[in-house]
């Protein structure tokens, strides 16, 4: 009964916040912020969630778990869809260049400070340690577009090729931190083969990489045959559920599956008009993601304070040494000033759906604490973003 | 072809993945239940399409689809995972029952009223009078019971059961085909009534028929009463939730699938927390009607609001997912092995019940002076039987286990011809009165 219950009230809390809290609200930036991008349910999940409200008890949650398969197969489908490579080529080759660059270096920056860190905060060892440290320094790299459409909306920046930059960056930074999620899943699975853990990891990742692959050419081929909105809407959910439900049952990751998926058909002649359709439900996905990954956690054990300090502070230096490094590599174009990497601070959903997706590889206590630990970033940066943004682009004599 | 070559690369896949599956099994019931729900919607689509090709209707395609995954063929779906779907069926019915009231146009409805009472009424008893005497000159084994009175009662039971359709399936169906016109108004409007009339005339027989087997027991009038009561009181709520279905869709106009898809669960629930309670309070089997409510509200917001246009929408939007699960999981849950044994019975039980029905329904539409090109196709629509005819099988089992294990897994056998037969029929009739196509053209 409860249950039920509960499918109905995130259901009703999700498509009535979502119109609520994307509309215009007279308030401090940061609020304003917070509002725009709907991270105002993270509090909702928590207070939803075992500690207060108890409505998501814990064998509630373990209930939901094929709609959180279906929310994070949906993220990584409209993820993996807006990755079009004949965009590429409408935009500078240096767009792209920064655009490959700024993510590998945040990484490169955050990976090893980070691992000592969760070596020592959370007596990790082993492959939970590598895997972990894999996939939150590449979460550390991901840039939520979001703020940025918010960000150019209220400032009127629409021809700003800083911001066309930043957002042609923050289309793509996802993409090396899905495809840890997919390399993550592969190591710590069942093994398939005996031996050196190796051949079965390899074997793994095949396994879904074709999976995914597959599910996008079944998606192209069924659009050949000319199918209504509706029934593309069906085949689509049929194709994520399963995803999602696959993902779940063998650890692996559904969001890089759902990713590459999406890519096969993004790079389609069909891109737009699936596009199109996958975004209708973006919205309500996102804030069911944020209040079931929220309602998932124990703040009282789950939320480690240092460690969240510490990894907001590798994250903005990272950004600020990426952004720097490639400024002393090829010039101030496209990039204006050493500083311009804070432009790229915002977080959101991606990340989220990343540690929730480490969740489902690793069920347990650590990766609670790795969600509540993305959690606490995103509600950080969130608050942050408009000052830095602002910063960033006054220094570039945008403002 | 092409989605011929869809559904056979779908199938390859999930074969080369159920051989890994078998080693994890029982291990995550939940990613189970998940796998099973994406892949009875991708089959069930794509296998309609095949047999829409040999004019056949989409709804048998998902009812094969379920029947062949389910637990009594391939076994891909496995009992836990219907276990953990369930309540899909439940959501499904009454987002059924929404839009079958939705459809009902109050102006449409009075120009058929009289078509309409007189196939209900006169169509209904000339069926059951049918069904009765011929059940009662066949004889047949599984209906012969120690006492003459006993008899009786199964040959009453039966004959009510025989009266019993599948609103969902009408519903289904007309959808596909786009029908819209007199003749489909009034194969819902009787459909979408007797079923009220069938439940509660089912109820007070196997009350009476209690009494009559045990004179120990007394009619149950309680249980009468409450069974009234709650159906107007699912009336009233109904009609509320009309008005709320128009608040809505004015005043926040946001996310309408979600929002019917999560009106519609509520509903069920809602029923569920007042039989509790009531049954808490004060010992009473008090049932609200899920259905019924979703009905009403439908039939209120689209007559006596201004939200007809983005309610209807808004159903067109979710209609195809919530049938293909819905009758692909009714046919996962069909027990074959039924049939198997007792088809030739069940081959004359629904062989008498089709002469019957076909007779009534043509005395009562020559009653009503309708067409006699449409008064010979009425019959042919009221075939199809479905949830409604397995809860009334169920409730006459728990009531009466006296009468006998046969009787019931007989009349189950039944109906699962019927609800595999009935919509051919039913799709037949309404391309034969040719009002299939018209609601888009209008």
């Given at each position: 009964m409860r249950i039920l219950l509960c499918i109905i009230a995130i259901c009703v809390l999700s498509f009535m916040g979502s119109r609520w809290s994307f509309s215009h609200f007279h308030l401090p930036r940061f609020a304003v912020q917070l509002y725009l991008t709907g991270s105002e349910f993270i509090i909702v999940g928590i207070l939803l969630?075992?500690?207060?409200?108890?409505?998501?008890?814990d064998s509630v949650l373990s209930a939901l778990h094929p709609l959180r398969a279906l929310c994070l197969g949906w993220i990584g489908f409209l993820f993996g869809i807006q990755v079009d490579a004949s965009l590429f080529k409408k935009f500078p080759r240096e767009y792209l260049r920064t655009a490959l660059y700024i993510p590998l270096a945040v990484t490169a920056v955050v990976f090893f400070p980070l691992m000592y860190l969760l070596e020592t905060t959370l007596s990790l060892s082993g492959n939970l340690l590598l895997i972990s440290t894999l996939v939150l320094s590449f979460a550390a790299a991901n840039t939520a577009p979001s703020s940025l459409a918010i960000f150019q909306k209220t400032n009127d920046l629409h021809r700003s090729p800083l911001l066309t930059l930043f957002r042609f960056i923050a289309g793509i930074d996802a993409l090396p931190g899905i495809l840890a999620t997919g390399i993550a899943g592969a190591i710590v699975?069942?093994?398939?083969?005996?031996?050196?853990i190796l051949p079965s990891s390899l074997t793994w990742l095949f396994i879904i990489s074709i999976t995914g692959l597959l599910m996008g050419g079944i998606i192209v081929l069924l659009m050949d045959s000319d199918p209504t909105n509706q029934e593309l809407t069906v085949f689509l959910t049929g194709i994520i559920v399963l995803l999602g439900g696959l993902g779940f049952y063998f650890h692996q990751s559904c969001l890089y599956m759902a990713a590459l998926t999406g890519i096969v058909v993004g790079n389609s002649r069909y891109g737009q008009r699936l596009h199109e359709i996958a975004a209708v439900p973006e919205r309500t996905i996102y804030i069911l993601l944020l209040i079931l990954a929220a309602s998932s956690i124990d703040p009282q054990t789950a939320f480690h304070p240092g460690l969240i300090i510490a990894y907001v502070m590798f994250r903005l230096a990272g950004k600020f040494i990426a952004g720097s490094t490639a400024v002393s590599f090829w010039g101030r174009w496209p990039l204006t000033h050493r500083s311009v990497g804070l432009g790229l601070i915002s977080e959101g959903g991606l990340s989220i759906a990343m540690a929730m997706t480490l969740q489902q590889i690793i069920p347990g206590t650590l990766s609670d604490a790795i969600i509540a630990l993305i959690l606490a970033t995103v509600f950080i940066h969130e608050l942050v973003t408009p000052y830095t943004l602002q910063y960033v682009f006054a220094k570039a004599g945008k403002l | 072809m092409k989605r011929l070559i869809i559904l056979i690369l779908l199938i390859s896949w999930s074969t080369f993945f159920q051989l890994f599956m078998r080693d994890y099994s029982q291990v995550f019931p939940e990613a189970a239940a998940t796998i099973s729900f994406g892949l009875i919607l991708l089959m069930g689509y794509l296998a309609s399409d095949l047999f829409v090709l040999v004019k056949l209707p989409r709804i048998t395609a998902y009812l094969a689809v379920g029947l062949v995954m389910g637990p009594y063929v391939l076994h891909t779906i496995d009992f836990a995972s219907l276990k953990q779907l369930s309540f899909i069926d439940q959501l499904a019915l009454n987002f059924i029952g929404l839009a079958a009231g939705a459809e009902l146009h109050l102006s449409e409805l009075k120009k058929k009223i009289k078509p309409i009472t007189s196939l209900i009424f006169v169509g209904g008893s000339v069926t059951f009078l049918g069904m009765l005497t011929t059940l009662r000159i066949l004889n047949l084994s599984f209906l012969q019971q120690p006492t003459p009175r006993a008899t009786l009662l199964v040959l009453v039971l039966c004959s009510i059961l025989a009266l019993a359709r599948s609103p969902s399936s009408v519903i289904a169906i007309i959808s596909e085909t786009n029908a819209k016109g007199p003749f489909t108004e009034t194969v819902m409007g009787v459909t979408v009534t007797l079923d009220v009339f069938i439940i509660l005339l089912f109820a007070i027989v196997s009350s009476i028929g209690a009494s009559i087997l045990n004179p120990e027991i007394s009619v149950d009038i309680i249980f009468l009463g409450s069974m009234v009561l709650g159906i107007l009181v699912s009336f009233i709520i109904g009609a509320g939730v009309g008005f709320f279905i128009s608040f809505y869709f004015q005043?926040?106009?946001?996310e309408t699938i979600f929002f019917v898809l999560a009106l519609v669960f509520l509903i069920a629930r809602f029923s569920g927390v007042v039989h509790e309670l009531v049954h808490d309070l004060y010992h009473i089997d008090f049932h609200l009607e899920p259905m019924i409510i979703c009905l009403v509200a439908g039939f209120v917001a689209r007559n006596f609001t201004q939200s007809a246009t983005p309610l209807l929408e808004a159903i067109e939007k979710g209609s195809l997912p919530v049938y293909v699960l819905f009758f692909a999981l009714t046919g996962a849950k069909l027990d074959v092995s039924i049939l198997k044994n007792f088809w030739h019975v069940a081959v004359i039980f629904s062989l008498v019940r089709f002469i019957s029905m076909n007779l009534g329904a043509f005395a009562g539409a020559t009653l009503a002076r309708e067409p006699i090109r449409l008064s010979r196709l009425y019959g042919l629509t009221f075939i199809t039987q479905a949830g409604v005819s397995f809860g009334l099988v169920k409730m006459m089992n728990a009531q009466f286990?006296?009468?006998?294990e046969t009787l019931g897994t007989v009349l189950i056998a039944a109906i699962i011809l019927n609800e595999v037969i009935g919509p051919i029929l039913l799709k037949s009739a309404l391309v034969m009165s040719g009002e299939t196509g018209k609601k888009q053209a209008g």
């Open positions: 969630g075992p500690m207060f409200l108890n409505v998501l008890s699975s069942i093994p398939l083969t005996q031996g050196s | 005043r926040i106009a946001s286990s006296s009468l006998g």
